[in-house]
């Protein structure tokens, strides 16, 4: 069974940092490329960020990108977002996933607020 379990969220201002991890399981992690995605409130999940399975050709949509960066620790089975610069429009529930998603087996994320 795939599980993907995220942490790292909270209550952060303006300007602030958080680092979101993502423990996965359930699946060969090192022959997945791995995404995050987040799900603002009354909004549809989207798509942020993807790395590939060797930990390279990272890739950010427009609205995060210079400011989020996603890296991963294969020896771990884990996936990271390093986000700087939050803004009010970050505030949502992050999620990561395979890229392409593993429909199905999405995680109960972690909130990230960002309070002005």
């Known amino acids: 069974q795939v599980q993907f379990v995220e942490s790292g969220g909270g209550l952060v201002e303006v300007g602030g940092s958080l680092r979101l991890s993502c423990a996965v399981s359930?699946?060969?992690?090192?022959?997945?490329?791995m995404g995050w995605y987040r799900r603002a409130p009354g909004q549809a999940r989207e798509f942020l960020a993807r790395?590939?399975?060797?930990?390279?050709?990272?890739y950010y949509e427009r609205p995060i990108k210079g400011r989020f960066t996603i890296s991963r620790d294969n020896t771990k089975n884990t996936v990271y977002l390093q986000m700087n610069d939050l803004r009010p429009e970050d505030t949502a529930v992050y999620y990561c996933n395979t890229d392409p998603p593993q429909q199905g087996a999405w995680g109960q994320g972690t909130q990230v607020t960002v309070s002005s």
């Open positions: 790395i590939h399975r060797n930990g390279g050709n990272p």
């Open positions: 359930g699946l060969t992690f090192i022959r997945h490329n």
